[in-house]
Nanobody
Framework: QVQLVESGGGLVQAGGSLRLSCAAS????????MAWFRQTPGKEREFVAG????????SYADSVKGRFTISRDYGKDTMFLQMNTLKPEDTAVYYC?????????????????WGQGTQVTVSS
């Protein structure tokens, strides 16, 4: 069992930045991709960014490409999401997740463990 704890969410004005962190309770790097998803009320959870277990492959949703950067710190079993040039439409609860596979797909059912989520609110 792996427990994930997100932090770093909050309220920011449009154009601002936030850095989300996801701390794992134990080592998750071995053969496990990781990803960030987000969800707003009444909508399905959507893929935001993913990173392979080696950290050599990343992928992003078109809506965040060029603004968000995903990374991993293997020594601290922590994953990050640097979010720049935030827009009101980025407002959501952000979740980190550990994949069952060595890469991070865009399908939520491929992920075995989830954090509790952290709220990001971007004001216009």
């Amino acid at each position: 069992q792996v427990q994930l704890v997100e932090s770093g969410g909050g309220l920011v004005q449009a154009g601002g930045s936030l850095r989300l962190s996801c701390a794992a309770s134990r080592r998750t790097a071995t053969n496990n991709g990781m990803a960030w998803f987000r969800q707003t009320p009444g909508k399905e959870r959507e893929f935001v960014a993913g990173i392979s277990w080696r950290g050599d492959t990343t992928s992003y949703a078109d809506s965040v490409k060029g603004r968000f950067t995903i990374s991993r710190d293997y020594g601290k079993d922590t994953m990050f999401l640097q979010m720049n040039t935030l827009k009101p439409e980025d407002t959501a609860v952000y979740y980190c997740a550990v994949s069952r596979r060595p890469y991070a797909s865009r399908t939520s059912t491929d992920f075995a463990y989830w954090g509790q989520g952290t709220q990001v609110t971007v004001s216009s």
